[in-house]
């Protein structure tokens, strides 16, 4: 069993950065892949990015590519999505999932308005 929670949303500026934490709780065996995704006003839920428990490889959407960065720290057991150049369609909720399983946070809300 794995918990997650989500944190860091918040309302910004457009061209701002914001920083979102998954607090992972339970055991993450090294063959997991954590996944951010985002769901928009009206929109279906889309994944952002992934990160390979293991060897910290990631993966990103071409929507979010070069603005967005998964990392981890050490040997944190937190999974950050790092967002710079934010813009108003990147406003959403933010879950983090551990691909392939029913474990999914709670959702932190991001909104770039000015």
């Known amino acids: 069993q794995v918990q997650l929670v989500e944190s860091g949303g918040g309302l910004v500026q457009p061209g701002e950065s914001l920083r979102l934490s998954c607090a992972v709780s339970g055991q993450m065996f090294s063959a997991y892949v954590m996944e951010w995704y985002r769901q928009g006003p009206g929109k279906q839920r889309e994944l952002v990015g992934s990160?390979?428990?293991?060897?910290?490889?990631?993966n990103y959407a071409d929507s979010v590519k070069g603005r967005f960065t998964i990392f981890r720290e050490g040997g944190e057991n937190t999974v950050y999505l790092q967002m710079n150049t934010l813009k108003p369609e990147d406003s959403a909720v933010y879950y983090c999932?551990?691909?392939?399983?029913?474990?999914w946070g709670q959702g932190t809300q991001v909104t770039v308005s000015a």
């Open positions: 990160i390979d428990w293991s060897d910290g490889r990631t």
């Open positions: 999932h551990v691909k392939s399983s029913a474990w």
